[in-house]
T-cell receptor
Framework: GAVVSQHPSWVICKSGTSVKIECRSL??????MFWYRQFPKQSLMLMAT?????????EQGVEKDKFLINHASLTLSTLTVTSAHPEDSSFYIC???????????FGQGTRLTVV | QQQVKQSPQSLIVQKGGISIINCAYE??????FPWYQQFPGKGPALLIA?????SEKKEGRFTISFNKSAKQFSLHIMDSQPGDSATYFC??????????FGQGTILTVHP
């Protein structure tokens, strides 16, 4: 299947700093990527849908200014957690679809710990 | 709005047994129903998927049964193995839009 690479796999940052997470589709072009957040033993919560060349569509309750999403190319989307706080600590996962009507492939996730 | 309801939340099965996880959806526009398997600290991986034009799809030990009229679909794992122990998510969505995850089922297969 198609490969989605997420980087970094884990990151520890100080409260108040910003962290950028990258999501790359390695062997296909992804016009749409999705960003999820997952708390321990819970399901994945969709945060936003990222479309190449346009603004991301955020789910209700997700702070746009807090979680900045950029989809600058067909193979790269980034999630920046700005002014991170301990409550932002979570597992963040991206996914991408090869095209319309196809399955979604997921990155390996990024464990963010804010201290 | 919870559009996909998954049950049970946890499941314990003996090695060699059958694991069954169920999902119910509300949105009749959904036309794509995948199941994902997730191990701790990893992203979900596609296990098997079905579209509503068929009632069953089998891949190895994994089978999806789909009931369009009841708006339900289920995952059956035959001859369950300890290596199948993971969290399983059903997913409902449309071919063009976002996908909605079920709550997840933690499967434990005892040796």
């Amino acid at each position: 299947g198609a490969v989605v690479s997420q980087h970094p796999s884990w990151v520890i940052c100080k409260s108040g700093t910003s962290v950028k997470i990258e999501c790359r589709s390695l062997d296909f072009q992804a016009t749409t990527m999705f960003w999820y957040r997952q708390f321990p033993k819970q399901s994945l919560m969709l945060m936003a849908t990222s479309n190449e060349g346009s603004k991301a569509t955020y789910e209700q309750g997700v702070e746009k200014d807090k979680f900045l999403i950029n989809h600058a190319s067909l193979t790269l989307s980034t999630l920046t957690v700005t002014s991170a706080h301990p409550e932002d600590s979570s597992f963040y996962i991206c996914s991408a679809r090869v095209g319309v009507g196809t399955e979604a492939f997921f990155g390996q996730g990024t464990r963010l710990t804010v201290v | 709005q919870q559009q996909v309801k998954q049950s049970p939340q946890s499941l314990i099965v003996q090695k060699g047994g059958i694991s069954i996880i169920n999902c119910a959806y509300e949105n009749t526009a959904f036309d794509y129903f995948p199941w994902y398997q997730q191990f701790p600290g990893k992203g979900p991986a596609l296990l098997i998927a079905i579209r509503p034009d068929v009632s069953e799809k089998k891949e190895g030990r994994f089978t999806i049964s789909f009931n369009k009229s009841a708006k339900q679909f289920s995952l059956h794992i035959m001859d369950s193995q300890p290596g199948d122990s993971a969290t399983y998510f059903c997913h409902g969505g449309t071919s063009y839009g976002k996908l909605t995850f079920g709550q997840g089922t933690i499967l434990t297969v005892h040796p």
